[in-house]
């Protein structure tokens, strides 16, 4: 037995798919249920796809396909087959992935914060592996073209080679986004950006959490 607010999910993806043959985003799934955030639409999806209506396919956290359909809604003249095509086609092409906080590209700040959103990106813009994204706070990166308020979609791993970008957290406390390197027994991080110096500190004081993939920009 659906929920209600499953059920509407379930009935507002098989509108927006009958009338325009596009799924929608979270954003939209969201005001369609008048949720506060975009988590409360990821909890419905879990839900849905725990009692067998959805099916996640592998490495894509909104590429989905349907299962099945309730009795009353396939009775309606719903094409079960058709609106999996159509759900797996769209949804195949983004993928949500969560939004953990913010990270200094300047000085470090207070290291990842543990509250988390969802942001939507295309599923071109990742490869094998796990993903999250971050927000930047700070220009300390705007020779490599990464600006304040950017949204940064980071590979997790704690390797990384010389001079790739990368999510370092230091003294287990302060995350920063710097190019990485090591000389002398020591690491290096450092910015693209005139006006600060590199950090230079011994590599027990620092952990690399994921390494830079790609990044997303708004214009206001």
């Known amino acids: 037995m659906l929920t209600r607010q499953q059920r509407e999910l379930l009935l507002f993806i098989h509108d927006r798919l009958k009338d325009g043959g596009v799924a929608p985003s979270f954003d939209e799934m969201k005001d369609a249920l008048d949720l506060k955030s975009k988590s409360g639409i990821h909890r419905l999806i879990t839900g849905l796809v725990e009692r067998g209506y959805l099916r996640r396919l592998p490495n894509r956290a909104r590429a989905v396909e349907v299962a099945r359909l309730p009795e009353d809604m396939a009775s309606k003249g719903t094409s079960a087959p058709s609106m999996i095509q159509k759900i797996t086609e769209k949804l195949a092409d983004i993928t949500t992935l969560p939004l953990v906080g913010k990270i200094a590209a300047g000085t470090p700040i ?20 796990e993903y999250y994204a971050l927000r930047v706070e700070g220009d300390s ?10 949204i940064v979609i980071i590979r997790k791993g ?41 950090r230079i500190l011994t590599p027990e004081r620092v952990e690399i959490q994921g390494e830079l993939s790609s990044l997303l920009r708004t214009y206001h």
Request: net charge negative; glycine share 8%; aromatic share 6%.
């Open 158 to 198: 704690n390797q990384a080679r010389d001079g790739k970008i990368v999510v370092a957290l230091v003294d287990g406390m302060e995350a920063t986004l710097k190019r990485i390197y090591r000389r002398d027994g020591k690491v290096i991080l450092e910015a693209e950006n005139d006006a600060y110096k590199p």
């Open 110 to 129: 207070e290291a990842i914060q543990n509250d988390t959103d969802f942001i939507d990106v295309p599923a071109t813009f990742l490869g094998n592996g």
């Open 141 to 150: 990166m705007i020779n490599a073209g990464i600006n304040d308020d950017d």
